[in-house]
């Protein structure tokens, strides 16, 4: 299963961005699908993600200020950014976890998307 994301860029403190990510492969069923960002020297942190059954899960330092929305029938994502900080600046990865047909059996899978920069100025 191969992500795509898009969006980001450059924007000043306070302004909004978006970004999308869509999933295509075949005979697969997505469980969760989320976003996961790093920023430079640290460590990846999820920020939001999505169950199929609707669960949503927030990083509590983008809580009020992003929204995390997910199509099942089209296999996509997308991350509304509001309210952006510096802190905000990372590199964000689109995430997936579910399982796929192979041949008579269902295999488990993770994949990540190439990576899309988000960078706030102050």
């Known amino acids: 299963v191969q992500l795509q994301a898009s969006g980001g860029g450059l924007v000043q403190a306070g302004g909004s961005l978006r970004l999308s990510c869509a999933a295509s492969?075949?005979?697969?069923?997505?469980?969760?699908m989320g976003w996961y960002r790093q920023a430079p020297g640290k460590q990846r942190e999820l920020v939001a993600d999505?169950?199929?059954?609707?669960?949503?899960n927030y990083a509590d330092s983008v809580k009020g200020r992003f929204t995390i929305s997910r199509d099942n029938t089209k296999n996509t994502v997308d991350l509304e950014m509001n309210s952006l900080e510096p802190e905000d600046t990372a590199v964000y990865y689109c995430?997936?976890?579910?399982?796929?047909?192979?041949?008579?059996?269902?295999?488990?899978?993770?994949?990540w998307g190439q990576g899309t920069q988000v960078t706030v100025s102050s």
């Open positions: 995430k997936a976890d579910g399982i796929y047909r192979d041949y008579e059996t269902y295999r488990p899978f993770n994949s």
């Open positions: 492969g075949s005979r697969f069923s997505i469980y969760v």
């Open positions: 999505s169950t199929r059954g609707g669960t949503i």
